[in-house]
């Protein structure tokens, strides 16, 4: 099942988008799972909500392994430019070393 929620991501004071992924009878079982983070949320479950219309398919490989395991995937800054590489890489954007203008 995925369950999508907003939270309030604090580094940038914005409400920002979680995809959720969870093990079937979740809420009926008192077992506890394993949680894997992921980046890019958006991408990992629903065609119809990846950037280019195509997942990257993990929930069909969820529901096929049966693995019993929680995905959380926070979703990326899609703007302005360059708003998700300026959160996930070390360095800003710009230098021209980095493709920004000085």
Not at 67 to 72: G, H, R, Y
């Given at each position: 099942?995925?369950?999508?929620?907003?939270?309030?991501?604090?580094?940038?004071?914005?409400?920002?988008?979680?995809?959720?992924?969870?093990?079937?009878?979740?809420?009926e079982s008192q077992e506890r799972y394993p949680v894997m983070y992921f980046f890019d949320g958006h991408n990992l479950f629903l065609d119809s909500d990846a950037t280019y219309g195509k997942s990257w398919?993990?929930?069909?490989?969820?529901?096929?392994?049966?693995?019993?395991?929680?995905?959380?995937?926070?979703?990326?800054?899609?703007?302005?430019?360059?708003?998700?590489?300026?959160?996930?890489?070390?360095?800003?954007?710009?230098?021209?070393?980095?493709?920004?203008?000085?």
């Amino acid at each position: 099942m995925i369950v999508k929620r907003d939270f309030i991501y604090t580094p940038k004071g914005t409400n920002r988008p979680l995809h959720i992924y969870l093990p079937d009878h979740y809420f009926e079982s008192q077992e506890r799972y394993p949680v894997m983070y992921f980046f890019d949320g958006h991408n990992l479950f629903l065609d119809s909500d990846a950037t280019y219309g195509k997942s990257w398919g993990m929930k069909e490989f969820m529901d096929e392994t049966g693995l019993p395991l929680i995905i959380v995937a926070v979703e990326c800054n899609h703007h302005p430019k360059n708003g998700r590489l300026s959160e996930y890489a070390p360095f800003t954007f710009r230098d021209r070393r980095f493709g920004g203008a000085n």
